[in-house]
């Protein structure tokens, strides 16, 4: 079956310019998550969103991110005026729901560049 | 002291050998562990769960000390195919609000 997906695989962008970045979950997985790794790094929680519930937004770096999810499946996470320190890959995962102990499935990846 | 903090490595042993790494985490009411693998430059994908009894799947065998505050990964018989980052997870709480992190990983080089 369909796991799940990001796009675009690969981004380059100059810095300043804005971002988005696409994450579709495995359907009727209710739970999404973002993460960030950044080269030779383990991942750095973003955001979670679990079903119609209001976001945990703790982990984003700074006010120039944000993240939607519509219609409880496909995700949008942006960034805005982009920095070198942003570079890294973007890492989407979604579990069945939520819970602590479920396994999270991850998807490929977007690898950002900022110029 | 870092919340999870594992040695990155790499470890670099011979295909047949045995290799154990070990987790360690700081919050003593963490619940769930779990060891993920990352091959280079590809996602992270769920290994094995770690179990309060130790779990053991094929030539991998996970463990947990709670009193110390680590997990560990055992793999026996060593495979050239065991070549990747090995990330531990740490869940502190059952439900949905809980906090998931992640390890940085230890890199594992299996030569022939």
């Known amino acids: 079956g369909a796991g799940v997906s990001q796009s675009p695989s690969n981004k380059v962008t100059e810095k300043g310019k804005d971002v988005e970045l696409r994450c579709d979950p495995i359907s009727g997985h209710t739970a999404l998550y973002w993460y960030r790794q950044s080269l030779g790094q383990g991942l750095e929680f973003l955001i979670y969103?679990?079903?119609?519930?209001?976001?945990?937004k703790s982990g984003l770096p700074s006010d120039r991110f944000s993240a939607e999810r519509t219609g409880g499946s496909v995700s949008t996470l942006t960034i805005q005026r982009t920095q070198q320190e942003d570079s890294a890959v973007y890492l989407c995962a979604s579990s069945s729901n939520g819970a602590g102990t479920d396994t999270q499935y991850f998807g490929p990846g977007t690898r950002l560049t900022v110029l | 002291r870092k919340e999870v903090e594992q040695d990155p490595g790499p470890f670099n042993v011979p295909e047949g050998a045995t290799v154990a790494f070990n987790c360690t985490y700081s919050?003593?009411?963490?619940?769930?562990f779990f060891w993920y693998r990352q091959d280079c430059r590809k996602e992270p994908k769920l290994l094995m769960s770690v179990y309060s009894s130790g779990n053991e799947d094929g030539r991998f065998t996970a463990q947990l000390n709670r009193a110390s505050q680590y997990i560990s990964l055992l793999i026996r018989d060593s495979k050239l195919s065991d070549s990747a980052t090995y990330l531990c997870?740490?869940?502190?709480?059952?439900?949905?609000?809980?906090?998931?992190?992640f390890g940085s990983g230890t890199r594992l080089s299996i030569r022939p």
């Open positions: 969103f679990q079903g119609n519930s209001a976001p945990d």
């Open positions: 997870v740490v869940i502190e709480g059952y439900s949905s609000a809980s906090k998931i992190i």
């Open positions: 919050n003593s009411a963490s619940q769930s």
